[in-house]
């Protein structure tokens, strides 16, 4: 009686430890399954913080960044309708400046002649300008001739233009007075009898030039022809 206790010791320490082995095993899944939450929670603050470092490090939130892509495409289509604008604008202003259809080459001789360089007048340069050609009476003699007359007169180039448009503004002015000086002179000093040279009539007429014409200007005057015809009764 005394050993059947101590035989049946074994399968209870055997049953006991079936137990506890099987005991062990719920107890571990129970604290996996409470260390996953915590897993979660962590790996989602790591998120956070590498979403939250990469908008810092890029210059902020992802509404500011969008907005900054919108104010730049605002800016460049306002930029670009300013351009164009003005554009037209200027381009309107000058072809109206420029009368709308101003030609290159009109526009070129235009100011081709306004910027002409004047031609150089040779100051030591004479020419001759012609100022009568015609029959002058007298009857200071005898008989009564009539001189078939030329007078030139020697100027400076410079004084040309000038010269002539006095000459033909005032033409019957000088004829008269020619003609005076021939009536009342010398047939003696204007056949060449005592005056080969006809000094006095140059002198004279020279003289009548010079208040009609200007001081100064005529530096000689010329008598290429002084020829006198009688007239007949």
Not at 139 to 148: C, E, S, T
Not at 198 to 223: A, F, H, M, P, S
């Amino acid at each position: 009686m005394s050993d059947k206790p101590k035989k049946e010791e074994p399968a209870a320490d055997k049953g006991h430890g079936d137990k506890k082995d099987g005991g062990d095993k719920p107890g571990g899944k129970a604290g996996l399954l409470a260390k996953t939450p915590v897993l979660l929670g962590v790996a989602m603050l790591l998120q956070a913080v590498v979403l939250f470092a990469g908008f810092k490090f890029f210059g902020g939130s992802p509404k500011s960044a969008g907005a900054e892509v919108a104010a730049t495409d605002a800016h460049a289509e306002g930029a670009e309708a300013h351009g164009d604008a003005k554009a037209d604008a200027h381009g309107e202003a000058k072809a109206d400046a420029h009368g709308g259809a101003a030609k290159p080459d009109e526009h070129a001789d235009a100011h081709g002649d306004a910027h002409a360089a004047p031609a150089k007048v040779d100051k030591k340069k004479r020419i001759e300008l012609p100022v009568v050609d015609f029959r002058a009476p007298n009857k200071q003699g005898a008989r009564m001739f009539l001189y078939d007359v030329t007078i030139v007169i020697q100027i400076r180039a410079e004084s040309e233009e000038k010269t002539k448009g006095i000459l033909t503004d005032r033409a019957g002015l000088i004829k008269d007075r020619v003609r005076t000086i021939i009536a009342q002179s010398d047939p003696e000093k204007l056949g060449g009898g005592s005056e080969p040279g006809l000094e006095t009539l140059r002198r004279q007429i020279k003289y009548q030039l010079d208040e009609i014409v200007g001081e100064g200007i005529i530096d000689e005057v010329l008598v290429p022809r002084c020829i006198p015809f009688p007239v007949n009764f």
